[in-house]
């Protein structure tokens, strides 16, 4: 496992990080139950993974809890990373729709403090803004607040998360130049580059870390996904339609030869060209079982694409019809 800086923070994260969502809740095909979940862990950092990401609301604490429970005793061998924002304490949930977001000083206390308990800790490593809007990004007092906490010792550094689909492009640009922030995270992955190359180019320059998600574009760049495959409503990637799923799969095809020519399959490739990007700090694939964490951890051994691969990639990329992208609805 190779390992890099995120950002200013200075802290050294694993290449391939562990997101904790699918262990508490049942969103990608399989319900993940508490001592399978725990086995994970433990498998994820006797492989070399040092990185934990997770969130307040995935599973209602859940996350959190058996991230606490599994590390209790070994606080100083991991980086953790939380987010909050969402104020789920007397609100259902119905499907995947959005919840009411909070970032003002008193509901941040609230949720840190919460969020410590639950992991068991002192202090965060990296405390996150989950799915911020612009109108967050430009509050000054919620950065006054982790400034605060930072010099408290609570929290160590700060992230900006992005979503929940793709796009927030200036949302993430403006992040960026945060002072407090020493990490962005987006979805980002060989088929969908938009916005996560732009924001790339921006956090090098303000020495900002950028965290991936999806990196395997829903399952497509892993065979999960294919012209057969169903997916259940409650499914996140039940957000995938058929004419995407199409569409995706023919550009795989066409990467195809490159991975080939590097012996290697379409998995590697997806994850090896993102770890050959200049400012990313860590991928956080989706996992839902010990074995692919082997596999994704395997994949961070120091061989990255060389430059004309990378550039063929990108020269492909630019021939593909564009994609909507999400962003704040603007105020009346």
Aim: charge should be negative; aromatic fraction near 8%; charged fraction near 30%.
């Amino acid at each position: 496992m190779k390992y890099k800086k995120l950002g200013k923070s200075g802290i050294k994260v694993s290449e391939i990080g562990f997101g904790a969502w699918s262990i508490a809740l049942a969103w990608w095909g399989k319900k993940i139950e508490e001592d399978e979940a725990k086995r994970m862990l433990k498998k994820a950092y006797d492989v070399g993974i040092n990185f934990f990401e997770t969130a307040d609301m995935y599973g209602r604490g859940k996350s959190e809890k058996l991230i606490g429970e599994v590390f209790k005793d070994m606080r100083n061998e991991i980086v953790l990373s939380t987010k909050y924002g969402y104020d789920f304490a007397n609100v259902e949930q119905i499907g995947h729709n959005e919840l009411p977001q909070k970032f003002d000083p008193d509901f941040t206390n609230y949720a840190l403090q919460n969020s410590l308990e639950r992991l068991q800790t002192d202090h965060i490593d990296v405390y996150g803004m989950h799915n911020p809007k612009l109108r967050h990004i430009r509050d000054d007092t919620i950065f006054q607040t982790f400034d605060k906490l930072i010099e408290e010792g609570k929290i160590n550094a700060c992230q900006a998360a992005l979503g929940p689909a793709i796009g927030w492009m200036q949302e993430g640009l403006e992040a960026i130049e945060r002072e407090s922030i020493s990490a962005v995270q987006t979805v980002y992955n060989i088929l969908e580059q938009t916005p996560g190359n732009e924001l790339l180019d921006s956090a090098v320059k303000n020495d900002v870390g950028i965290l991936v998600r999806v990196p395997d574009a829903s399952g497509i760049l892993t065979g999960k996904v294919n012209e057969n495959t169903k997916i259940d409503e409650k499914d996140h990637r039940s957000v995938r339609k058929g004419e995407w799923i199409q569409s995706a799969l023919r550009k795989v095809e066409q990467l195809r030869s490159i991975a080939e020519r590097n012996g290697l399959n379409i998995t590697e490739l997806a994850i090896k060209f993102i770890l050959s990007k200049d400012g990313i700090a860590s991928v956080l694939p989706t996992v839902i079982s010990e074995e692919e964490i082997q596999q994704f951890a395997s994949m961070s051994d120091g061989n990255y694409i060389n430059s004309s691969d990378m550039k063929e990639i990108n020269d492909l990329y630019n021939t593909w019809p564009p994609y909507e992208l999400k962003a704040t609805i603007p105020s009346n």
